[in-house]
């Protein structure tokens, strides 16, 4: 079973919604994904701000930054 994990972005990211795109398919195959929005949070801006879309493994932390496709998601949630 995959990983649960967060996607962090915003209303309006052009990027952030090409990556719900590649991630959102995988859910189909047991992915859990919450969707996150960093201008909820002053420190999740602070902290994201130039860097969404990013996707984060809740059990590790590990992230994996923009740009990525469905291959690189695949192999970061091994």
Do not use: K, N
Not at 8 to 22: N, Q
Not at 36 to 45: K, P, Q, W
Not at 57 to 70: A, K, Q
């Amino acid at each position: 079973m995959p990983p649960e994990c967060q996607l962090f972005g915003t209303l309006g990211c052009h990027l952030c919604e090409i990556a719900e795109e590649v991630v959102m398919p995988l859910v189909e195959h047991g992915l859990m994904v919450e969707l996150v929005d960093i201008a909820d949070s002053d420190t999740m801006f602070e902290v994201y701000a130039l860097r969404i879309p990013v996707l984060r493994r809740i059990d590790t932390g590990e992230e994996l930054g923009w740009p990525f496709d469905t291959e690189q998601v695949v192999h970061f949630l091994r």
